[in-house]
Structure formats: structure tokens, C-alpha cells
């Protein structure tokens, strides 16, 4: 328990930090992937009613953001082009709370926002140590 709050030494507090990631990863993941496992699951219905955003259809605009919630949400979860996978959702969250919702209320906007804010750590951080990227890396670089 010591080590987890005085991270004395540098190896100690990489190691916190990836598993910070990694359980953050999960958590945001599996939350996000549940709104778009239900957009997707319904995507018949919600083309119909899903409104037409950036010049884009509604089956368009729907794809997109099944696309980012569901298969990138996934991709985070399991670390992989973490990078690249959390662009599309900082994309569909931009627009989701800043278009989308703009007219209301900032309590509707605020989740939408949340993630936003969590997709920006991942694409700056990466998906840390505990993750597809980083056994990659660790493959890529091993000496």
C-alpha cells in the first residue's frame, strides 16, 4: 500500500500508471460500447429517426457513430491503435456535444463531454504498457 502512495522510485509509478490506463481503457470501453451495441442493434429503427449531422445522411451519420462507439470502443479496450481508435470518438463525442446537443442544456451535453475529455488522455497517453500496443511496442523495440 506504501508503494502505491509514495511512488518513491520511477518504476513503481509507471507501472501505477499503466495500470491506471488499463482500468480506465476497460472501463470507458465497455460503457461506451453499450450505447453503440444498442444503436447498432437497432440500427433500422434509428436510421429513420437519427438526425442528419455535417452534411451527412442519417444512415451515414448513424454508421459513423456505431463505427466509433461500438468497433473503436472495442479496439480501446483491448488497447489496440489506441491512438487512432480514440479519434473517431473524440470526433463523434465533439459532435455529439457540440452540435448535436448544443441547444441544450449542459447536464445533457456533460457526458458526452466526459468522454470527450477521457478520449483526449488516450490520445495523447496511449494505451500504456498493459495493452496490444504495448506488447507490440515492447516487440518492436526489444534489444
Known amino acids: 500500500m506504501k508503494k502505491l502512495f509514495c511512488l518513491c522510485k520511477k518504476e513503481d509509478s509507471v507501472v501505477v500508471k499503466d495500470i491506471g490506463l488499463l482500468i480506465l481503457r476497460v472501463i470507458v470501453g465497455v460503457f461506451m460500447m453499450t450505447h453503440g451495441w444498442a444503436k447498432l442493434s437497432n440500427f433500422g429503427v434509428m436510421s429513420e429517426h437519427f438526425p442528419a449531422m ?3 445522411s442519417s444512415k451515414m451519420a448513424l454508421s459513423m457513430i456505431v463505427f466509433a462507439e461500438f468497433f473503436c470502443s472495442i479496439a480501446l479496450i483491448l488497447g489496440f491503435l489506441t491512438r487512432l481508435s480514440s479519434i473517431p ?5 465533439g459532435v455529439a456535444a457540440f452540435f448535436a446537443h448544443a441547444a441544450d442544456p449542459f447536464a445533457v451535453r456533460e457526458l458526452a463531454l466526459l468522454y470527450f475529455s477521457i478520449y483526449i488522455v488516450f490520445l495523447i497517453t496511449g494505451a500504456g504498457r498493459f495493452s496490444i500496443d504495448g506488447i507490440i511496442n515492447n516487440f518492436v523495440h526489444r534489444k
Open 54 to 56: 455535417l452534411g451527412m
Open 89 to 93: 470518438l473524440i470526433v463523434g463525442m
